[in-house]
């Protein structure tokens, strides 16, 4: 089929690999002259595994387009998606103006029937919006083109977005058009093959969708973290909570990691959208203002440990950081709790020492590359000269480093650990004072 991505971000470009892969021809459109003319040359504008492969591949099959054109890309599209960013406004509610303004260009260029795709995370009503915006500037032209308008969340995870998008637990298709559906189950049919994951509701069900499955994941976090904050005042090891209510199967393992606060581009966001919406429309989102609450308290943790061994001036403190990005696996640095606990620190007069395996350069520039802030290519080498060890983000590569390195290394070794990766026991075997989050035995 002919598909149209407007926005070549985390979604519109693992979404349009996906389908190019599946033999689709996709336009991506961008604003970014500068994104895809780099993309023209093989440079993938973002991290996220195995997608620089499939992209090429696809490019070069002429299956995969990159444009900054409108009007060619809407020309003869079947399907157009909307895949642009919609962050978090000033009053908390998504802005749309993104969004707004692609609708207005597919407005202005539609030539034929078209199914207009809402990928982007959109307060409930939008798709009546987008809708609204088309048909006026069709009626502008004086045209008379039919479209219709569905919206189809996107539930990718960072880090693991080709799988997800490849095999996507569910594909939530809003919409009372069968015209705008059979379009849309004919794009999806490879990923129904094995087994239908396609559920069709109205299109003001499937935006809340999307809201509901990022606030339950939030709050499933935000729980953790309180659970994790009463297991350190009671003397209570969090871990051990976890796994045994983990085994209960209406609780489950996933998503009850304690941690150092959430972060990333949709989790913040996204509750917070929600919690205008709710009040907007007269309704208090108590649990979802908890979960907010209890998330910002969380994401000063890691520097409230830092304090308690060293207290609250740091002139002359080196502190090495490992990882950065708001969760591994990913470059994204957006509301990333590694950001907070840096930038404390660093006022607080210390030195840093960071390693990210991928985005040293994007937090220092974040941080506004002040002098005390060093990046190092080894995380070993960070720790050269280091008083403690700081982890914020959880890759794969610090779960099992060699102790007796960073015991040597550190100045006097202390670790401040905001993802739970070692073994108080051990670290007190191994004579290294450890912090991390709701470990009573441990602080
Ligand atoms: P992003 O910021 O990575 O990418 C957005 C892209 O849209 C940018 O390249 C930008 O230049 C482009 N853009 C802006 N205006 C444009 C226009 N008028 N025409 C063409 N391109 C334009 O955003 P993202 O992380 O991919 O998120 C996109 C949407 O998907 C958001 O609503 C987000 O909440 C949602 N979402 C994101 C994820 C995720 O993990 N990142 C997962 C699910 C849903």
Redesign the pocket.
Known sequence: MRVTV????????VQAAVLADLGNTVTC????QS?VDALKEGHI??FEPGLEPMVKNNYRGKRLLFTTD?KTAVDNAEVIFI?????MDQDGS?DLQ??L??AE?IGQNLTNYSVVVN????PVGTGDKVEAVIKEQIDIRGSDIDFDVVSN??????GA?IADCSKPDRIILGSNSAKALGVMHNLYAPFNRNHKRTIVMDRRSAELT?YAANCMLATKISFMNEMANIAEQVGADIEMVRNGIGSDPRIGYHFIYPGCGYG???FP??VNALIKTSLDHGHTPQILQSVESVNAAQKIKLEEMVYRHYGTNLAGTVIAVWGGTFKPNTD?IREAPSLVAMSALLEKGATIRLFDPIANEALCAKLGNPDNLFTLDDPMEALTGSDGLMICTEWKMFKAPDFNQIKQSLNHPVIFDGRNLYDPETMTELGIDYYAIGRGKSV
């Open positions: 407007f926005g070549i971000g985390y979604v519109g470009l459109v961008d604003i970014e994104k504008p973002i409108a895949a642009v960013g919609t962050p998504a993104y969004v303004k692609v260009t990928k982007s995370t959109v969340p996107e539930f990718l995870k960072e977005a999307k990333g581009s949709c966001k996204d994204d």
